[in-house]
């Protein structure tokens, strides 16, 4: 049984792909901050973008584990089984394998699968069909299947969970040609970028983070409406600055910019970006940033090792070499599985003070 | 699991109460209040059985004549070592897997998660095996003649005189394929040899807008379908002819016009992805079901209890179709598994399942037309696993000789040869002749020898299809590196190959 069907009265064209171009370029162009009265819970965001989503287009279904009955493991798709029924809000048994598998074949098929993962970490259990099945698949078919289907879930750290519960995949999914990997912030973010990841023809990997779920942000009248997209491969300059460049994404953009407000108070003045997208990397929009500023910190909660971090680096020195003043900062997680105990948890994870050292230093105020 | 104060559990969450009792209850009323259309659609058509009520019945009937021979053959099936098995010391003889007791309080039933269960004090294990394997659907002996008249659909001269061409056009163009990789001219081949009959009829009872998700050995469904021998070329040369636009290796072949999804390695992926179109199908209410291959070796993947148990409870319309061919390249099926091969794993899943005399075309057409009705109709997935024998080695990188008797493939390749059974058949009721049979062979091997030429010759993929396909629209970093690759090629044309197209 369908689902309530209904155009959104604001939505007058289709979401074709030209459609959805064409929104692109006229949202970056007036892009600043999301000023308005109104503020939105992350998970409210991505429960609205879902929601819209699947009332445009019948297409559209959502998978996973305690995602119906339960209103989902994080209440992201909290009253989605009410008002579209159990066939568009589908309740898996406990295999990411079987249901990551079943959403690309039924993406094969044509439709456009939402799959959840309870946690991005489950998703080893499935990598095999995301990276084998998804990811490749309209390469090796030479344009005969594509697999647009959106994978999304919480990524990176949580609180006291452990180590096979804070593992960040922004790195291993973004080294993969062929998906497209995204990584929201705030609430503005997290709508604009799942609405566009449902409607992107590619296999998308949104990376979330749990406790970024019920924190609130600001937003406007423009991210709230039913048609909004932001588009795929650009970041976000979240705060202006002239001194120091700090890259991140997800749950750290909010400590980076707690530490540019520090910094400030020191004389330092910090362009903060959201990188938005790690893969496509907007590297025109970091190389830009470093060429003013001439130095770099970069920033994620991942392992160091091969991380997004390190490929930022790298395409800096090979794009801005002669601009940089200082070498390239790097800040990511302890090369360690995530300890439980609160203490150690802290010290594996980068804090407000290690970015806020970490810029003194690019800048030659500290050792 | 220890909660933070502000945070959410993020390790499964656990409910007061068990979760299934919870779910049971609640999902089957929401789903019996929202859904009532929906559930009464499909269990009027449950009531409509038709066809299926026959098939179920025979699984549980006697032993037929056709079993003598089944014993014969199982020899070849099961490894020397059967001393590894332990003997049961209460082995079940009836077909029914639970005994029925004189007992009381077996009248009474407990209330579980998952509806009501008789019990015993008896205590008694299910053995392990049946002591009697479970038979297999023939209609054909080996001499090519019908041993019943009953329950098989019946094949006119047309349809059986093509299925008859198409499984010797496979032959020949196995073998020839074969030999142009031994020669160098392709770089990997993989032969259906001995599978024939599986291949053409079961393409045959389907329609074509039932979605095919191949492993790799059912390049005759593709054939059947219309694919044709210099589009198979094109493909293993990786030429610009190539649908695939050389982006894999040879015999994996796709094509969307065919409802033939690109063949893919890993293993058994297409189980739960078959699961997916299925349940698609069914969203759309389409007159077509999913139909997926896998072969004995493929079973022990976790997609095939995933994909199994998925299209089960997704009630979704997919023939899982097992070619339990006796070998995964060197691994024997006793090394595979312990059960009484696949069918048996169907009831695990609460799937309905068949096994079929693999090398009989015309038992492979019914049960596999029967099984398609099923599927559609019930919408529920069905499991066929057709018993058959891998003649040819594993690939052209297998030397098969080196793990298994030379006499023992030999046998296979001459006296249980499914092409020669069914040209027997098709023979007997007139409707062949041996001058059929030299020409067609003769005008197959010569377009294929010509199709192999030809595609040897046509030029390779153009540099841009590198980046293609990637994504939907390239991305700015592939429009970049292309333009690069694209100038360098130019200005150091000595480090390219010549002929190399931009």
Redesign the interface.
Known sequence: ?WGILRRSAVDGGGFS?SSLRRTRFSLVSARSYAAGSKEMTVRDALNSAIDEEMSADPKV?VMG??VG??QG??KITKGLLEKY???RV????I?E???????????????K?VVEF??FNFSMQAI??II??AAK??????????VPIVFRG?NGA????GAQ?SQCYAAWYASV??L?VLAPYSAEDARGLLKAAIR???PVVFLEN??L??ESFPISEEALDSSFCLPI?KAKIEREGKDVTITTFSKMVGFALKAAEKLAEEGISAEVINLRSIR??D??TINASVRKTSRLVTVEEGFPQHGVCAEICASVVEESFSYLDAPVERIAGADVPMPYAANLERLALPQVEDIVRAAKRACYRSK | MHIRQGTTCTCRPSNPLPTNIVKDATSFLHMAMLFARSRNLVSSLRQNLGLSAILIKRNHSSPRPVFTNYQLSSRVFLDPSTSFRHESTAVETQPDLVQQSDHEDDAQELDFPGGKVGYTSEMKFIPESSSRRIPCYRVLNEHGKIISDRDFIPVSEKLAVRMYEQMATLQVMDHIFYEAQRQGRISFYLTSVGEEAINIASAAALSPEDVVLPQYREPGVLLWRGFTLEEFANQCFGNKADYGKGRQMPIHYGSNQHNYFTVSSPIATQLPQAAGVGYALKMEKKNACAVTFIGDGGTSEGDFHAGLNFAAVMEAPVVFICRNNGWAISTHISEQFRSDGIVVKGQAYGIRSIRVDGNDALAVYSAVRSAREMAVTEQRPVLIEAMTYRVGHHSTSDDSTKYREADEIQYWKMSRNPVNRFKKWVEDNGWWSEEDESKLRSSTRKQLLQAIQAAEKWEKQPLTELFNDVYDVKTKNLEEQEVGLKALVEKQPQDYPTGFHI
């Not at chain 1, 589908?90 to 048994?93: A, G, V």
């Not at chain 1, 698949?137 to 594509?146: E, L, R, T, W």
């Not at chain 1, 949580?158 to 969970?161: E, K, P, T």
């Open positions: 049984m792909a279904f584990e305690e009955q339960y493991a994080y029924g159990p066939e589908y309740d898996t048994p295999t394998a079987g249901f990551t598998g079943i959403g690309v074949g039924a993406a094969y098929a044509g439709l699968p309870m946690t095999d069909h084998n099945s698949s309209n390469y090796m078919s030479a344009g005969q299947i594509n919480p949580a609180a006291g969970v519960h040609p062929g497209k992107d023809p590619d749990e406790l779920y019920g491969g496509p990397l590297r025109a």
